[in-house]
C-alpha cells in the first residue's frame, strides 16, 4: 500500500510533532520527515525508523497500551512509544515492546495446512474453505449443528468477534465459547447479578485518585505493569494499595501492606471484615444502603453472624488482628475499591466471591464513584469486547441472552444493517437454521471449560442429543483449560479439528500424528494485520490501524469469517464491504450496554487526538481551543455505555453524582421494580447538586431501549435511548411516545413513572445483597474441591451438590470433593511431609497458554523456565535448589517441573505458571513438530494436574487450588529441554545469583 | 583519564523507586539494535526478591566521568570520545573481560553469538564473538531528538535521561532515586556528582 493512497480527507485533525520528529499525520499513519542519518539508507544498520508510524494498541492485555509501528514497504520495522495516548502514555512492557518479534516471528502459520497421514501438506485457500465447509455441512445435516464446537477468542477484534458470534448463531448452534469463560466469567456473572453489569467500574487512570484499594487476587505488576504507573501516583499522593492474597507478589512488595489467606477462603475473608466494619466498627453507610441497596438487613441477620472472626480466622488462616486492622483501614478511607482478577474468580465458587467484593463495597458505601467501586482487572486485550459482544454459549451479542426476544432483536438487526445484503427472520432462524429445535436454540451451549466432555461423552450425562464431532478452534490456546489430559483425549476423539491462529499453538503439540483426527491448519492474521476496534478493561474503545498487509498466506479473520460464510451457503449476512461497516452493525444492535455512540469516526478521532485527553480522568480538555465542540467533554475512548454518537462515554459506571448527559447513572435496574418479597428495587429519591429541577427518582430501565432501532443512522438516538437522557420528560412519556410510534408498549405499565428527570436508560435501580436467582443466593465459604481441611468440608462448607444440565453437562462438585477429600493424606510423600496448596498464574513475559509469548524470541529469553515456587525452608527439606527438577504430582497427575526457591510461597503453598506447553507429565510432545513450530521455550503445563471442578453457575475452572506433593524427579523422569532453551535457563538463574 | 567537560554526555540513570522489572527497557534495547539475546546491554538486576527489602534497578553502562574500564583496558579498545562517551573499538578488543572487572555496575557485555564483522566495526553496532559490548545511549536516536529506546519505553520513568543539568532537576522531584552511592555517583558524575545527586 503506497502513502498515495491514504485518506488525506482528515487533515481537521493533523497534528505536527508527533515523535518529536518533523511528521505530518493523516489519518492513523504518520509520516516521517527523513533526517540526515536516515538518507544514508537502511542498510546502515538498525535502529530502522520505516516512512510511516501507524497507531496500533498492543495485542496482548487488556491495560491498552498505545503504540507506534514504524513500516517501510509494507514491513514493520520498528516501534516507536506514542507518547500522548492518556492510557500509557508511551510507556510499555517487555511484551508490549516486542511486538515486532511476534509479527515477523519465523514460526507462524504461512499457509493451509491439512494433516495427510502424518504429515502437514499445503493447501490453497479456494480448497481448503470448501473442504471444512462441507465437512461442516455434512454434519449439520447428519447429526445436526449442536455436533460442533466454535472456540472463539479474546485476541479478536471487536468485528471479529461479534463475527464470531454471528457466524454459528446463523450455522445454528449455541456451542461457542470463548477464553471469558475461564477468566472473568465469575465476575460478569457475579457482578451482573449485584448492580447492573459485571464489568470494571472505573479505568486504569481513576487508578491514580485511589485512597484505599484492596488487591484480593491479582497481581497487576506481573499482569498489568503498564498501569502500575498510575498506581504509583495514587501512592505518591498518599493513597495505599494493599494487598490481599496467599503470595507475597512483586505487587505485594511495592504494595503498602499485604494481608496472607489460604488460597480458596476468599469468601470467609471477606465476611470476615464486613463483620467487623458492621458489628465491632458500626461503620457501614446506612444512609447509602438504605437508599440504593436491597438485602442488607437479611445478610446481617441471616449471613453474616456465622462469619465471626474466630471462623473466618480459622478457615482463612489470616490472624485475628490482621482481619481487624484490614477491616478498620477501609472503614477510615473516604474511599474504597476492591480490586481483583483471577485470584478471585478461579475457583468452584467463583461467582460467590466477586459477589463478595462488591458486597464489601457496598456496605461500606464507597460504590459507584471515582476511586470507589470495583477496578476489575480483565486479561487479554480484547477480551472485554469479545465478552460484550456474546461470544458466549449463554448469549447473543450484548447480553440478549437466547431467548425468543434475543434472536428477534439480533434477526432485525442483521436484516436491516447497511453492511450486508441479507435478510433473516426468526422463523428462518429457529426452522432453517436451527433446524425447528427450539429447546437447543434458547438453552445455553457448551463451554470452553469443558468442552471436552461434550466430545467424550464418557463421565458426565450430556443434555443435547449428540456427542460433538468436530470443532472449530479461532484463537485459543488449549493449556490454559484445565483437565489438560483430557483435552488431548477429547481431540483424538473428534472427526476434525480446526486451528484458525497465528501460531500452531497447542493443538499440534497435542495431536497423534497417526491417529483418526484430521486437523486443518489456517493462518490468520495478527491484530496489526487488519483494521479493528478493540476495548480495554476499562471498557475504553480503541482503533487499530492497519500496519501491514497479512504476513504470508495468512487472512484477515473477519475475511476467513467471510469466506466460511459463503461456502456455508449464508454469505449474504457477511458480505461486508470494510470493517468499518461491522463496526456500525455492532453500533446499531449492542444497545443494552452502549455500544452505540462508538462510531468509527469518533474512535478514530480520538486516537488522533490522544493529547486532548487529560490524564487524570481521561477527559476532552474543555478549555482547549483545538476540541471546536466535536470532542468536547468526551471520555477518551467513550467507555461503554454510550448510548448515541454525540454521548461521551461513561468513565465511572454508577456515578449518580453526574448528569446522564455527562455520563452520570445509578445501579440498572435490572430486576424489575420489585423484588420476590415484594421490596422496592428502585433507588430512593435524591437531589444531586447537578439538577436544579428537585428530587431525581428511582425509575425503571427505559421501555424497549435495547430493543428500538433507529431509522438511518446507527448510532442515533431512539425514542427511549433520547427521552431518558431529557430532563423534560419522563418513563411514562416515553412509553406513551413508543406507543404513539407504533411499538408493543402498555403506557399503563409505567403510568407511576411520571417525574420529567434526565435519566441514563439503565434507570435507577438497586444494587443487590441477594441474588435470587442464582443457588447461592447469598455468597457462602466453600471449600476447594481439593482441599487441605476435609473437616471443613464435613462442617458446613462443601462444595455445591449435583446439577443435571449446566451448560449440557452434569456437574457435580461435591462429588469431586468427596472423590478428593483424603487427597491431603494421600499426597503424604514418603518422608512423611504434607502436601501444599498448589495455585497458579502469570508471568509478566507471557499471555494465556503462551502459544505466542513462547514463539517470541525476545519473551522466551527471558523467561525461558516453567517453575514451580516453593518455600527456601521446603526446598531445603528436598534438597531443591532453583532449576533443579522436581516432580509436582496432584491427585490428577504427576508433573515434571524445575523449582523456582523463594520467599514469595508461603510454606504451605506452591505457585506455578500456566503459560507453558510442550510438555505433558514428563513427556516431551515437541519432538515430532516441524523445527518452524517448535515454540523457543517448553514445560509442564499446570493444568493438566489443577482440580475438575467448575462454578457453580458459570463452570469457570478451579485453577487457583488443589493439593501437591514435592519430589526431587530422578534423572530418567526429566524431559530434555533444546540446548538453547537450557542455555537462556542458565542465564536466568545466574541474573538472579549475580545481585 | 577523565573529560573536562562541565557538562558530560546526557544519561540514562535508574530511578529505583519505581522499577516493577516488565523488562520492557530490555526488549527495547534488543530490538531497536537487533542485538543477539544473550546481549544484556540494559538489564534489571532483582534483589531479595519475595522478602521485605525487595527491590530492582535497570542498570547500563553510563558513560562514566571517572570510567575505570577506559583505565584498565590493556589494548586502548575503550576510550572517551569529545563528548565525554566511552566507546569500545571493534578491531582493538579482545575480549579479555578487564573492563567487565573493572565496572561497578557490570555493563560490558561479551556475548558469544556470531555477529558480522561490519557491525562490529561499526561504534554503535552490535559487538559478539565475545569482544565487549555495551550500550551506546541510542546515539542516532539522540541525533534525531529521540529519546533512547529503553528510557522512552518504560511505563514508570524508572529511567530517567539528561545532561547533569537535567538529571539534576528530575532527581529532585519526588519519588526519585538512583541506586548510586557517593563513590558510584562520583565514578559516573565526576565533580558534578554532588549538584546530580539530591542530597
Not at chain 1, 520505516?50 to 513500516?71: Q, R
Not at chain 1, 502437514?120 to 464446537?149: K, N, Q, S
Not at chain 1, 448463531?169 to 453489569?197: E, K, L
Not at chain 2, 523488562?23 to 542485538?35: D, I, N, Q, S, Y
Request: net charge negative; charged share 25%; aromatic share 8%.
Amino acid at each position: 500500500m503506497s502513502r498515495s493512497m491514504i485518506d488525506l480527507d482528515r487533515r481537521d485533525f493533523l497534528k505536527t510533532g508527533a515523535a518529536g520528529t518533523l511528521a505530518a499525520a493523516v489519518g492513523g499513519r504518520t509520516l516521517l520527515e527523513r533526517g540526515e542519518a536516515q538518507e544514508e539508507g537502511a542498510d546502515d544498520g538498525p535502529p530502522y525508523t520505516g516512512d510511516e508510524l501507524v497507531k496500533t494498541v498492543c495485542t496482548h492485555c487488556s491495560v491498552g497500551c498505545g503504540l507506534h509501528l514504524a513500516v517501510e514497504d509494507d514491513n514493520v520495522v520498528g516501534q516507536e512509544t506514542w507518547d500522548d495516548n492518556p492510557i500509557n502514555n508511551g510507556g510499555l512492557c517487555s511484551k508490549g515492546a516486542s511486538l515486532g518479534h511476534t509479527i515477523n516471528a519465523e514460526g507462524r502459520l504461512k499457509e493451509p495446512m491439512k494433516l495427510v497421514d502424518g504429515e502437514w501438506v499445503r493447501m490453497d485457500w479456494d480448497e481448503i474453505l470448501p473442504e471444512i465447509a462441507g465437512r461442516l455441512e455434512d454434519i449439520r445435516e447428519e447429526t445436526g449443528p449442536h455436533a460442533t464446537y466454535w472456540c472463539g477468542s479474546a485476541k479478536h477484534s471487536n468485528e471479529a468477534a461479534y463475527l464470531m458470534r454471528k457466524l454459528p448463531s446463523i450455522f445454528g448452534t449455541n456451542n461457542i465459547d470463548h477464553q471469558a469463560r475461564i477468566c472473568h466469567s465469575t465476575t460478569v456473572t457475579g457482578i451482573a447479578n449485584t448492580w447492573g453489569v459485571g464489568a470494571m467500574t472505573n479505568n486504569n487512570n481513576d487508578m491514580r485518585h485511589v485512597d484505599v484499594n484492596l488487591i484480593i487476587g491479582h497481581n497487576p505488576i506481573e499482569s498489568h505493569p503498564v498501569a502500575w504507573q498510575h498506581f504509583q501516583v495514587a501512592q505518591q499522593r498518599g493513597g495505599q494499595h494493599i494487598v490481599a492474597e496467599p503470595r507475597y507478589t512483586e505487587t505485594a512488595a511495592a504494595a503498602d501492606d499485604h494481608y496472607q489467606f489460604r488460597s480458596g477462603t476468599d469468601v470467609a475473608f471477606i465476611y470476615g471484615l464486613i463483620y467487623h466494619i458492621v458489628e465491632n466498627l458500626g461503620a457501614h453507610d446506612e444512609e447509602f444502603i438504605e437508599g440504593r441497596v436491597d438485602g442488607f438487613d437479611e445478610f446481617r441477620e441471616d449471613v453474616l453472624p456465622e462469619y465471626d472472626l474466630e471462623n473466618v480466622s480459622d478457615i482463612t488462616g489470616t490472624p485475628v488482628e490482621d482481619l481487624q486492622s484490614l477491616a478498620e483501614t477501609l472503614a477510615d478511607a473516604d474511599v474504597s475499591c476492591v480490586e481483583w482478577a483471577m485470584g478471585g474468580t478461579q475457583h468452584n465458587n467463583g461467582t460467590g466471591n466477586t459477589r463478595a467484593y462488591a458486597m464489601l463495597n457496598l456496605v461500606l458505601g464507597h460504590a459507584a464513584q471515582s476511586a470507589g467501586g470495583t477496578p476489575i482487572y480483565r486479561g487479554h486485550d480484547n477480551v472485554q469486547g469479545a465478552t460484550d459482544l456474546g461470544v458466549d454459549a449463554s448469549t447473543l451479542p450484548g447480553y440478549y441472552g437466547l431467548d425468543e426476544g434475543a434472536w428477534s432483536h439480533w434477526a432485525s438487526v442483521w436484516s436491516q444493517t447497511d453492511g450486508t445484503s441479507g435478510e433473516i427472520t426468526y422463523e428462518e432462524l429457529l426452522e432453517d437454521r436451527f433446524q425447528g429445535r427450539q429447546e437447543l436454540m434458547e438453552k445455553d451451549g457448551i463451554t470452553v471449560a469443558r468442552w471436552f466432555e461434550a466430545v467424550l461423552d464418557d463421565e458426565w450425562e450430556l443434555y443435547q442429543p449428540d456427542p460433538v464431532r468436530a470443532a472449530i478452534w479461532w484463537g485459543h490456546g488449549m493449556a490454559s483449560l484445565s483437565e489438560y489430559k483430557k483435552v488431548r483425549q477429547a481431540i483424538e476423539e473428534l472427526e476434525f479439528i480446526v486451528n484458525i491462529d497465528i501460531h500452531p499453538n497447542q493443538i499440534s503439540e497435542l495431536i497423534d500424528l497417526d491417529g483418526d483426527t484430521d486437523v486443518y491448519m489456517l493462518p490468520a492474521a495478527t491484530n496489526f494485520e487488519e483494521g479493528g476496534s478493540v476495548t480495554n478493561t476499562g471498557r475504553q474503545i480503541q482503533w487499530r490501524h492497519q500496519a501491514v498487509t497479512p504476513r504470508h498466506n495468512s487472512k484477515k479473520d473477519w475475511v476467513i469469517m467471510q469466506e466460511l460464510a459463503e461456502e456455508l451457503g449464508f454469505g449474504e449476512h457477511f458480505d461486508y464491504d470494510e470493517v468499518e461497516d461491522i463496526t456500525r452493525e455492532i453500533n446499531l444492535g449492542t444497545r443494552t450496554i452502549g455500544y452505540t455512540g462508538q462510531t468509527p469516526e469518533r474512535i478514530k478521532a480520538h486516537m488522533q487526538n490522544g493529547d486532548l485527553f487529560g490524564v487524570e480522568h481521561c477527559e476532552a480538555d474543555l478549555d482547549s481551543e483545538e476540541v471546536n465542540g466535536v470532542m468536547d467533554g468526551d471520555y477518551y475512548g467513550m467507555p461503554w455505555p454510550s448510548w448515541h454518537d454525540e454521548h461521551p462515554g461513561t468513565p465511572v459506571l454508577y456515578d449518580a453524582s453526574k448528569p446522564p448527559a455527562e455520563g452520570g447513572m445509578d445501579f440498572r435496574a435490572r430486576w424489575g421494580t420489585e423484588g420476590p418479597e415484594g421490596q422496592n428495587m428502585l433507588r430512593d429519591p435524591y437531589e444531586p447538586d447537578w439538577y436544579d429541577g428537585g428530587e431525581i427518582e428511582g425509575v425503571p430501565q427505559y421501555p424497549a431501549f435495547h430493543t428500538v432501532l433507529p431509522e438511518d443512522n446507527p448510532a442515533g438516538k431512539t425514542i427511549p435511548v433520547e427521552y431518558a437522557e431529557r430532563d423534560d420528560v419522563s418513563v411514562h412519556d416515553t412509553a406513551q411516545a413508543l406507543a404513539e410510534a407504533g411499538h408493543d408498549i402498555d403506557p399503563s405499565e409505567y403510568a407511576e413513572y411520571n417525574n420529567p428527570q434526565p435519566d441514563s436508560p439503565w434507570g435507577r435501580g438497586r444494587a443487590r445483597m441477594k441474588a435470587w436467582n442464582l443457588t447461592d443466593e447469598y455468597p457462602a465459604h466453600r471449600e476447594p474441591a481439593v482441599t487441605p481441611r476435609p473437616d471443613l468440608v464435613e462442617n458446613g462448607y462443601p462444595c455445591n451438590d449435583r446439577v443435571e444440565d449446566h451448560w449440557r453437562l452434569e456437574l457435580d462438585n461435591a462429588k469431586v470433593q468427596q472423590d478428593n477429600i483424603d487427597a491431603v493424606e494421600n499426597l503424604v510423600d514418603d518422608e512423611g511431609r504434607t502436601p501444599f496448596v498448589l495455585t497458579s498464574g502469570r508471568q509478566v513475559e507471557h499471555t494465556g497458554a503462551g502459544g505466542e509469548t513462547r514463539m517470541n524470541e525476545s519473551l522466551a529469553y527471558r523467561s525461558p523456565m516453567m517453575y514451580v515456587q516453593i518455600h527456601p525452608e521446603k526446598a531445603a527439606e528436598r534438597g531443591l535448589e532453583s532449576g533443579d527438577w522436581a516432580t509436582v504430582e496432584t491427585p490428577h497427575a504427576e508433573m515434571v517441573m524445575q523449582a523456582n526457591v523463594t520467599e514469595r510461597v508461603p510454606q504451605d503453598h506452591l505457585f506455578a505458571p500456566f503459560h507453558w506447553s510442550g510438555v505433558l507429565e514428563g513427556e516431551v510432545l515437541t519432538d515430532e513438530l516441524p523445527e518452524e513450530w517448535t515454540p523457543f521455550v517448553i514445560g509442564e503445563t499446570v493444568n493438566s494436574g489443577t482440580a475438575p471442578a467448575y462454578d457453580r453457575e458459570t463452570q469457570m475452572q478451579e485453577t487457583k487450588v488443589t493439593l501437591a506433593s514435592v519430589t526431587p524427579a530422578s534423572s530418567d523422569e526429566i524431559p530434555e529441554l533444546s540446548d538453547q532453551q537450557q542455555s537462556w535457563q542458565e542465564a536466568f538463574l545466574n541474573r538472579d545469583r549475580r545481585s | 583519564m577523565s573529560t573536562n567537560q562541565a557538562s558530560g554526555p546526557a544519561r540514562v540513570v535508574p530511578n529505583w523507586e519505581s522499577c516493577i522489572d516488565c523488562g520492557a527497557c530490555e526488549v527495547a534495547c534488543k530490538r531497536t539494535w537487533e542485538l543477539p539475546q544473550e546481549s544484556n546491554r540494559i538489564s534489571v538486576v532483582r534483589m531479595a526478591h519475595g522478602t521485605e527489602a525487595e527491590k530492582q534497578k535497570p542498570m547500563q553502562c553510563y558513560n562514566c566521568t571517572e570510567a575505570p574500564c577506559v583505565d584498565v583496558c590493556p589494548t586502548d579498545a575503550l576510550r572517551f570520545r569529545e563528548d565525554g562517551t566511552v566507546r569500545v573499538s571493534g578491531n582493538r578488543c579482545i575480549g579479555c573481560h578487564y573492563c567487565g572487572v573493572a565496572c561497578p555496575f557490570g555493563a560490558p557485555q561479551y556475548p558469544d553469538a556470531s555477529v558480522p564483522e561490519a557491525d562490529e566495526m561499526n561504534p554503535l553496532g552490535a559487538r559478539g564473538n565475545g569482544l565487549m559490548d555495551k550500550c551506546t545511549t541510542c546515539e542516532p536516536r539522540q541525533e534525531r531528538d529521540l529519546e533512547p529506546a529503553c528510557a522512552s519505553e518504560c511505563p514508570t520513568d524508572a529511567l530517567l535521561f539528561g545532561t547533569p543539568d537535567e538529571l539534576s532537576e528530575e532527581l529532585a522531584k519526588e519519588n526519585r532515586s538512583t541506586p548510586f552511592n557517593d563513590e558510584a555517583a562520583s565514578v559516573v558524575f565526576g565533580d558534578d556528582a554532588d549538584r546530580v545527586m539530591p542530597e
